[in-house]
């Protein structure tokens, strides 16, 4: 019998890498940059239909959210052609509904007139107004993906324990720690964190499934302050020398009031439900990591 061959976008990425090294049970097709440009809708016709797959996992993305602030209201820049345009360009040449999006809980707004952590029911704004350019290039990209009856899957600060080409949410702060330049911390913000591990068999169950419709994954709600205080006191290290911080008195520094959602985060009981599955606490995904050998990093040398 066969593989269910699997397009995977982004795969060279933090998640979609690790997706590749766990999911061997499918045949991938993996282009990547810069062979392979979202935003050029030819390049993608021909991929897919010489390909012909399955499946699409849209990894791809544009995620540096600071960047994309520079570019709001730019439809001509890169946050917006990677992440709106390339997924018009995929679901033009797929016809199939076997699309998978990746998406995130900044589709919302994360203040008090949405607040978090959402199920996978809620929908999401269908204005910018309250959220930051990179979060309203996911909404529109998500709101094209269920026109076309494709699904989504949203994650929120995925982890891995190790990846050489970006630091995760965790591993930067442990960098930062060990160059002693660690910055305040959050105390106020609710978020979660998605062990990389756990999305990737999630997606496996999904396909496997031919499941339909909007997914979560991540773990129930911590703050930035008490994820990091508690991973450097795992590893045996001094997290007393951290200093919290207030996101709603930061906020009120920032151009954008909406820069941060404040209150963020993702229930996954529906999902867990439909696709028979467990997502780890925040403390048991700490756990997994350190036993997969996460630990704190060696300072860099000062030059």
Not at 62 to 72: I, L, P, R, S, Y
Request: aromatic share 10%; charged share 25%.
């Amino acid at each position: 019998m066969s593989k269910t061959k699997v397009l995977v976008t982004g795969a060279s990425g933090l998640v979609g890498s690790r997706f590749l090294e766990l999911a061997q049970v499918f045949d991938f097709v993996a282009p990547d940059l810069p062979e392979f440009d979202l935003a050029d809708a030819e390049a993608v016709r021909v991929l897919v239909e010489k390909e012909n797959p399955d499946w699409i996992i849209n990894f791809a993305a544009f995620t540096d959210v600071n960047a994309a602030e520079q570019q709001a209201g730019d439809e001509n820049g890169p946050a917006w052609r990677i992440n709106v345009t390339g997924v018009e360009n995929l679901l033009k040449a797929f016809k199939s509904k076997n699309f998978l999006q990746i998406s995130t809980d900044m589709v919302f707004s994360g203040d008090l007139d949405q607040p978090g952590p959402y199920d996978e029911t809620q929908i999401p704004p269908d204005s910018n107004e309250k959220l930051t350019w990179y979060g309203w290039t996911k909404n529109r990209a998500e709101k094209i993906v269920k026109e076309r009856n494709g699904s989504v899957l949203r994650i929120i600060y995925p982890v891995r324990t190790g990846h050489d080409k970006k630091p995760d949410y965790i591993r930067g702060a442990l960098k930062k720690y060990a160059d002693g330049k660690m910055y305040p911390l959050f105390m106020d913000q609710q978020i979660c964190i998605a062990f990389i591990d756990e999305i990737s068999e999630t997606i496996q169950k999904i396909i496997e499934t031919e499941s339909n419709g909007t997914f979560h994954c991540s773990s129930d709600t911590t703050t930035p302050y008490e994820l990091i205080t508690y991973v450097i006191d795992q590893l045996g290290a001094d997290p007393s020398v951290i200093k919290s911080a207030s996101v709603l008195e930061f906020l009120k520094t920032q151009t954008n009031p909406n820069r941060y959602p404040v209150w963020g985060g993702l229930k996954t009981n529906i999902t867990e439900e439909q696709l028979d599955l467990h997502h780890s606490t925040w403390q048991t995904i700490v756990e997994h990591l350190i036993g997969q050998g996460l630990s704190l990093p060696e300072a860099t040398p000062q030059s």
